[in-house]
């Protein structure tokens, strides 16, 4: 054996300090995967969401302010001529802004006691006019002034008659989220 002066000790005490070493490295690799575990993890699973349907805008009748005459040859000077005036609320949650305008059904209806024929105010463009200034109203907003700029025109052949005569249409609306 040695001839040493210090204790070796016995076998099983070293086979107990060893198993302590190993198996407290054990611990430390277990206790450091279940960390990176707890760091990394995931799930998957089904969710659900719903998108929203969106509410017509509510156009009512405006007061007109400008007034509309026999087109000129040369045209109107500006677009207060002809221009129809409503009102818009937005319903829906979230902010649009309208982009084109359609005038549908005209109805005229003359003064007291003259005549002025069907036709005699028609749509400036056929069709959805894209508006130059697109209008924006708020979530949720209230009935707000709205003017279309020349919307309308009186044709120049327009009979005396339509002096003085109440127009009415019907107007749609085009309106994307904002």
Known sequence: MCACTHNHGTPARRTR??????????VLL??????????????????TAQATTA????????TPVG??????????GNGTVG?????VANPNAYPVRI?????GAITITPASGK??????????TPGPMTLTTPISLAANSSPTAVDIPGAIEMISSAEDGCQGAAISLTLTLTAASA
Not at 55 to 62: M, W
Not at 83 to 87: D, F, I, L, M, S
Not at 99 to 103: F, Y
Not at 115 to 124: D, E, N, P, Q, Y
């Open 99 to 103: 982009t084109q305008a359609t005038v």
């Open 30 to 47: 277990i206790g450091g995967g279940v960390a990176w575990a707890a760091w990394t993890t995931s799930g998957t699973g089904a969710a």
């Open 67 to 76: 007034t509309l005459y026999p087109k000129p040859a040369g045209g109107y």
């Open 115 to 124: 005549t002025c024929a069907a036709g005699s105010v028609i749509a400036s």
């Open 55 to 62: 509410d017509s805008l509510v156009v009512g009748p405006g």
């Open 17 to 26: 300090k060893r198993v302590g070493v190993v198996l407290s490295t054990t």
């Open 83 to 87: 221009a129809v005036h409503t009102t």
